[in-house]
């Protein structure tokens, strides 16, 4: 049975820092693509940063270039979102998604997505 398991959310001040991390078992996702969803509430799941198979290319939303970094660990099968600057308006649920058999991201929306997490809370208090 393939589990993403996130760590890492928490409670913030904003222009302070978190790390997420996600681990997945079950299966290896050294070749496919993996990326950092999230949202807000009475808002839709947006895409936030991906990676692809290798790390070699990443991918960011707009709003998040230059404040959050995504990465990856094969050895350890492990996705990790370091975020920085944060504000209220980062305040979310985030999520870890996996494609599987595909190494990189396209649309960069939750069609794509084969293996979803269970979510992380990310708050922002100002």
């Known amino acids: 049975q393939v589990q993403l398991v996130e760590s890492g959310g928490g409670l913030v001040q904003a222009g302070g820092s978190l790390r997420l991390a996600c681990a997945a078992s079950?299966?290896?996702?050294?070749?496919?693509?993996m990326a950092w969803f999230r949202q807000a509430p009475g808002k839709e799941r947006e895409f936030v940063a991906g990676?692809?198979?290798?790390?070699?290319?990443?991918y960011y939303a707009d709003s998040v270039k230059g404040r959050f970094t995504i990465s990856r660990d094969n050895a350890k099968n492990t996705v990790y979102l370091q975020m920085n600057s944060l504000n209220v308006e980062d305040t979310a649920v985030h999520y870890c998604a996996a494609r599987a058999g595909s190494a990189w991201w396209w649309s960069k929306t939750v069609n794509e997505v084969d293996y979803w997490g269970q979510g992380t809370q990310v708050t922002v208090s100002s």
């Open positions: 990676i692809s198979g290798t790390g070699g290319v990443t």
């Open positions: 079950g299966r290896t996702f050294r070749r496919d693509a």
